[in-house]
């Protein structure tokens, strides 16, 4: 049975005819084109499928957009604020954190949703915090770094 779901999508207010069943992930992607939010394991391991909720870190694939109802969503789409890259998005070019670039989008997400609960995060919080996103091309360290710049942005804080 559909019903209505309202939420507000990258800074949009949105409403929306679904099965509140569907998952949120399916929904962003193909209802909404926002194919950042990447399909990786759809069992809620990998965290290819970051988003922010009320600003915190979600796994979309493990949701269903009833889940949503009510709540503010933000996909990789919709971090940027007028054509300016997040402070985190930045801070993944300039330390080359990338590789393929299937998992930056959740791991760009995880990062800003870690650094919105914990503005400066040591090393070992960083490496805890993103743990649930997997990398298998080998950009850790720089991952690491690039959260390290980005909270010193921030903050106010020279990037170096």
Known sequence: MEETVRFELNGKKTEMLSD????????????FGLTGTKYGCGIG???????LMDQ??????????????NKKIVTIEGLANNGTLHPVQKAFIENDALQCGYCTPGMIMNAVGLLLKNPEPS???IIMGMEDNLCRCGAHVRIIKAIQTAAREMKGGKQT
Do not use: F, M
């Open 20 to 31: 509140p069943d569907h998952n949120l992930l399916w929904v962003l992607r193909n209802r």
């Open 45 to 51: 391991y990998c965290g290819a499928c970051t988003v």
């Open 56 to 69: 915190e870190a979600v796994i979309s694939c493990t949701l269903k957009v009833r889940d949503a109802d």
């Open 123 to 125: 090393q070992q919080e």
